[in-house]
């Protein structure tokens, strides 16, 4: 194949609303050009998922078969698991602190008071009943206090049930214990004794093993362990912090309490993930009084995650929060890892535009010891947009994923300064639509799929050009509220599964097909648009926000010597008869002019700091028609009307594919020169539940719905 390939972009004109249309050059027909012998960077980005736990992916779930065998299918790497706060009986394996010889039982009484409790005694008898209520009341096992709404008869019941025996099993409802307070919540607790005396500790991984081995069992490369919820115990509150007794339920309120640490030293918390990991990988574990627990798994965990989100939970700084990491690093390296196999990632930051954390975290010398691993930071990037059912504000999301590339590059900066052997993993990445988690939200379109996943192929090129490491598309399941099940909604925004199937919808076929196209190695090579066309003796260029437009003329000795036209917002028209739209920029003339004029050459920055954002939330462009004293000029860039492209090639220069992505709510036709007979994979919203079509073209010409990702490989 030649070297360099042309590609003609024509926009076609569609009947679309006015607020659509506006900005868009219908008449326009673009060049793109792919040199594929010039090389503009070295990918070394893997594409990837995380999986958050929640109750669908429970073995009791009506889609958890199918969910497992879509995430199986990918054969993603570095697939991030993450047991999480909302969960507490999912996520933490000790939810209670170990209590000596007092063996005590709590019910939160959210799940109604028609429940039991089971106490036993393994090696001897229940010897005493030290305290019981069922009621409100306060404290925790060995000082439990007794509220104002409480049982006379508790103890009594409770010595009934169990007195003598090795195992007792109390029913806790009303018709038992009687109503000691009418509409009002009521809580079981219940501390007893046994005979001879046994030190007492409450791991228990009944729930989270189930779900946790059917994760390690669909995903047999390199995985990223995050158990991201800290037992609320070994935090400092003003009370006990109660969780559900469902597994289902979320925990109201919040589980994560409290600010600083029981053990200042750290050594419990990292005591109780040393343990946690030697239960997945060692085998078992020994407690904190010495007793052997025994699991039999051996799995092989590259990465632990050390916490999620740490500016919200625990309302770390980046100060505590380093203590935190080397405090867990070390505990999982006593209990579970002496030969220093496992890496570690940190921070998993929320929010954005957070360069202290990476200045304070990076840097070696604020951690505990040199020996201390920095081999990945991570962070997390959600756009939104300004409506949750309009197809047209979907376009929002590429103007934030802009802002979020030029966030990463100073991320990088950063590493590059203080680590740059640590890797950059954006290991949350998605949408999350505007009132996203209340039940009464409209269900989006299926289309916004299409434009999420699109969103995520572009953010892939951009980042993989400049140098991000992993990035993670988040999550693989979540849904809008089930009454069937009694669920609450969980995100379902960011679902790449149906929770009705467990089948993928557009953005888990979008990863599929990216997983299965590029490769850690691939060669991004120049991939540009010469939007430039003569017209007497001028020259033009017109490019969205967020990209460059550079302006050029082609004899050595000419300038820029005439800035004809030149306008920032919904411009509309083509070249030589361009005109602003409604949305306009008053400063594009000067900002121009000032960036180009006595130049051959110049290259503007479309962003809004720059030109001010003159209609928010709206598609934006820069359309400029210049001259030059002597010659022709042509401008170059990186997409037009909204099409980002991309060419790869394999290491050795072979395997040339093409990255395509409709960025708007507009289909467009691409013809391609010598794309026909090459085998395309096409995400877009003619098969809006998938799978992806996988044809080979019969001509040049390829139709891109609106939101399409398209991988071209050539023949």
């Known amino acids: ?302 990465y632990w995650e050390c916490l999620n989100e740490v500016e919200s939970e625990h309302r770390n700084s980046p100060e505590s929060y380093t203590k935190v990491y080397d405090f867990m690093v070390d505990g999982i390296r006593r209990h579970a890892d002496p030969d220093h196999q496992i890496k570690f990632v940190g921070m998993a930051l929320e929010g954005h535009h957070e360069y202290n954390w990476y200045n304070y975290f990076l840097n070696i010398s604020n951690h505990a010891s040199p020996d201390i691993p920095l081999d990945i930071v991570s962070f997390h990037f959600y756009a939104s947009c300004s409506s949750r059912t309009d197809p047209t504000a979907y376009q929002q999301f590429f103007t934030r994923a802009d802002s979020f590339v030029e966030e990463c590059k100073e991320i990088i900066k950063i590493r590059d300064a203080l680590s740059p052997h640590t890797l950059l993993d954006v290991d949350e990445t998605g949408v999350i639509l505007p009132g996203d988690n209340s039940p009464s939200a409209p269900m989006f379109p299926l289309v916004y799929y299409n434009a999420a996943g699109a969103m995520y192929a572009y953010l892939f090129g951009r980042l993989a050009e400049i140098g991000v490491e992993i990035l993670g598309e988040s999550q693989l399941v979540g849904y809008p509220e089930l009454p069937e099940l009694n669920l609450q909604p969980q995100f379902p925004s960011v679902a790449m599964l149906n929770w009705t199937n467990g089948l993928g919808n557009a953005r888990y076929h979008v990863l599929k097909v990216l997983i299965e196209n590029f490769k850690v190695g691939d060669k991004l090579v120049r991939s540009s648009i010469s939007n430039g066309i003569p017209v007497n003796g001028s020259f033009c260029g017109y490019q969205v926000t967020g990209q460059l437009l550079s302006m050029e003329c082609d004899d050595r000795k000419a300038k820029i010597d005439k800035i004809t036209f030149a306008a920032y917002g919904t411009v509309q028209g083509s070249c030589g008869n361009y005109t602003a739209g409604t949305c306009n920029s008053a400063n594009s003339t000067d900002i121009i002019k000032s960036a180009c004029l006595g130049r051959r050459y110049c290259t503007i920055n479309i962003i809004t700091s720059i030109f001010g954002d003159p209609c928010s939330g709206t598609e934006k462009y820069l359309a400029i028609e210049a001259h030059c004293s002597t010659g022709r000029g042509s401008a170059t860039g990186g997409a037009i009307a909204g099409i980002y492209v991309q060419g790869f090639t394999a290491a050795d220069g072979t395997n040339h594919r093409l990255l395509l992505v409709n960025k708007t709510p507009r289909n467009q036709s691409i013809v391609v020169k010598g794309a026909s007979e090459s085998l395309a994979f096409i995400v877009d919203d003619t098969r809006p539940t998938g799978p992806a079509i996988n044809m080979t073209l019969t001509s040049d010409t390829v139709e891109m719905s609106r939101y399409a990702v398209i991988v071209i490989k050539f023949h």
Not at 78 to 106: F, H, I, N, Q
Not at 113 to 139: E, H, M, R, W, Y
Request: hydrophobic share 35%; with cysteine.
């Open 1 to 302: 194949m030649a070297g360099v390939l042309t590609i003609l972009v024509v926009l076609l004109a569609l009947t679309l609303s006015a607020s659509v249309n506006e900005g868009n050059p219908l008449d326009t027909t673009s060049q793109v050009t792919i040199d594929w012998n010039t090389v503009v960077a070295i990918s070394n980005t893997t594409t990837t998922l995380q999986v958050v736990v929640n109750p669908l992916l429970r073995r009791e779930s009506p889609v958890h078969d199918a969910m497992f065998e879509s995430l199986a299918a990918l054969q993603a790497d570095y697939t991030r698991y993450v047991p999480w706060l909302p969960y507490p009986k999912l996520a933490v394996a000790e939810l209670d602190p170990p209590s000596g010889t007092a063996l005590c039982k709590m019910l939160s009484g959210e799940e109604g008071n028609n429940q039991t409790v089971t106490l036993s005694c393994a090696a001897g008898k229940i010897s005493k009943v030290d305290f019981a209520s069922f009621g409100t009341p306060t404290g925790v096992c060995g000082d439990f206090v007794l509220g104002k709404c409480h049982a006379q008869n508790s103890s009594t019941v409770v010595s009934s049930y169990c007195l003598g025996k090795s195992t007792c099993t109390i029913p806790v409802n009303v018709n038992v214990f009687g109503e000691p307070c009418v509409n009002v919540v009521k809580q079981f607790v219940v501390q007893v004794e046994c005979d001879p005396p046994m030190n007492h500790t409450y791991w228990d991984f009944s729930v989270i093993d189930p779900m946790t081995e059917d994760f390690m069992r669909a995903t047999p490369n390199t995985r990223i362990i995050n158990f991201s919820t800290i037992p609320a115990w070994l935090y400092k509150t003003a009370s006990r912090v109660i969780y559900p007794d469902n597994p289902d339920r979320e925990a109201s309120p919040g589980y994560t309490q409290g600010t600083d640490l029981v053990d200042p030293t750290g050594r419990d918390l990292g005591d109780y993930y040393g343990r946690l990991v030697s239960w997945y990988t060692k085998g078992g574990f020994t407690d904190e009084y010495g007793v052997e627990h025994k699991s039999n798994h051996s799995y092989d965990i590259q």
